[in-house]
């Protein structure tokens, strides 16, 4: 059963967790991890044998990386706001009701 509360102007909200980002879609910009108060996100830069490296964003070493891509790395600090699906340039977030 999935939880929801009635806000003070009556309208019923459920939220929606971060289930999961499209790593084929992420440019790894950072708008999400900015937005995200909650230390939900991690940015992480994948290298050509295919490692996965957790970065900070502003890290100078991008030549390094084939690519950089946002994960969820504490799904459990989550509140459901969506803050990071609104921001997210290409859409890659998934979400869900707990």
């Known amino acids: ?10 309208v019923e909200w459920t939220p929606q967790f971060a289930d999961h980002i499209a790593e084929e879609k992420c440019i790894g910009c950072g708008r999400c991890f900015r937005v995200c108060g909650r230390d939900v996100l991690e940015l992480v ?3 050509e044998d295919g490692d996965r490296i957790a970065m900070t964003l502003g890290d100078d070493e991008d030549d390094e990386y084939e690519k950089k891509v946002m ?7 989550c509140v459901g706001c969506e803050a990071c699906a609104k921001i997210c340039p290409k ?4 979400h869900a009701p707990a």
Request: aromatic residues 8%.
């Open 1 to 10: 059963m999935a939880f929801s509360v009635t806000l003070p102007s009556g």
């Open 45 to 47: 830069g994948i290298t």
């Open 71 to 77: 994960t969820i790395a504490h799904p459990e600090n």
């Open 91 to 94: 859409k890659c977030y998934t």
